[in-house]
């Protein structure tokens, strides 16, 4: 297998044969994951800490999920009462985690860079569950193996994305992938929400839902990221869901066998009407849950062979 990181900070230092290692490894862990004895021993001996300085339900979950089937000890710290809170600085708190000699540090930060500096500070391989407005590495690394599943493959597909682009990390880190993967990636939204700097990126952008939504094969919706909002960004709720919440009458422009993504939560309603999100044709919302497991666990899985190969052998040249 080709995958020669040393930790998983972010798609953008991910090659494409490193993308296409660490999916065809989780679809080893789909199938795991559906047997009655979901076990592997691949982090056997291993200790997994979770630090996530934001609320989460679904990733912190998904991530002890992982380890713990693959045979980790998993150790979740609660982040809100810690040190941290009483001023200590995220250098001294690397420190204190390599006395305790952990082997993999899952990280979620609402500061952009932060876990990339924990990287730097500690003994152990980091993997980025979500860095301010940054990265979101292993939500696109399973939003892409959603896609492959559900479309028979990763290139040159027609990809929308659409809603709150500008405060997006998952917006971010699937727009690098999709295009590292030679994918025609929209973007739909107000200039509000949708910048036009982000078509450096490649990406075409449309302000009208109905025109950007012709003749895709993905529609991945995004959550109104209103807790990271300083402003009007929309008029209203009520207005945002009549010109950009995804319902039949839009999704109709899509091609007939599209899928629509989205990465949860869900502002039913307003992002996305209820019967399209439950919708067994043409949702796979629960298959990106499902998924999210599956691809931590090859992420963990592939950095641990790598920390165990640095350790035994020392840095390669």
Do not use: W
Request: aromatic fraction near 4%; hydrophobic fraction near 40%.
């Amino acid at each position: 297998m080709s995958f020669d990181q040393k930790h998983l900070l972010g798609i953008e230092q991910l090659r494409p044969d490193e993308i296409t290692t660490v999916l065809d490894l989780a679809d080893e862990y789909v199938d795991l994951n559906r047997r009655d004895i979901k076990h592997s021993d691949a982090l056997t001996g291993l200790t997994q800490v979770n630090m996530f300085f934001e609320n989460s339900t679904r990733t912190q979950a998904s991530f002890e999920l992982a380890g713990k089937r693959l045979g980790a000890d998993v150790m979740n710290m609660a982040m809100q009462a810690s040190s941290i809170k009483k001023g200590e600085t995220l250098i001294d708190t690397a420190m204190t985690l390599n006395a305790m000699h952990p082997d993999l540090l899952v990280v979620r930060h609402p500061h952009s860079g932060a876990v990339d500096l924990l990287a730097q500070k500690v003994n152990c391989a980091v993997l980025n569950a979500g860095d301010g407005k940054h990265e979101h590495p292993t939500q696109a690394l399973l939003d892409a193996l959603t896609i492959r599943r559900a479309k028979g493959r990763l290139h040159r597909l027609n990809i929308a994305i659409c809603g709150d682009v500008t405060h997006s990390r998952v917006a971010r880190s699937n727009l690098i992938l999709l295009g590292k993967m030679e994918n025609r990636v929209r973007l739909i939204g107000p200039p509000t929400l949708v910048p036009a700097s982000f078509a450096e990126f490649g990406a075409e952008i449309y302000e009208d839902m109905e025109e950007g939504l012709k003749d895709v094969d993905v529609v991945m919706m995004l959550r109104l990221q209103k807790e990271r909002m300083d402003g009007g960004f929309i008029p209203s709720e009520r207005e945002y869901y009549h010109r950009y919440g995804l319902d039949a009458a839009k999704l109709a422009h899509a091609k007939a066998d599209a899928i629509v993504m989205h990465p949860g939560p869900m502002n039913r309603g307003v992002e996305i009407d209820g019967e399209i999100a439950d919708d067994i044709n043409r949702s796979v919302i629960q298959e990106q849950v499902e998924m999210g497991v599956a691809v931590r666990m090859a992420a963990m899985d592939l950095l641990a062979r790598n920390l165990r190969a640095i350790r035994q052998y020392g840095e390669t040249s």
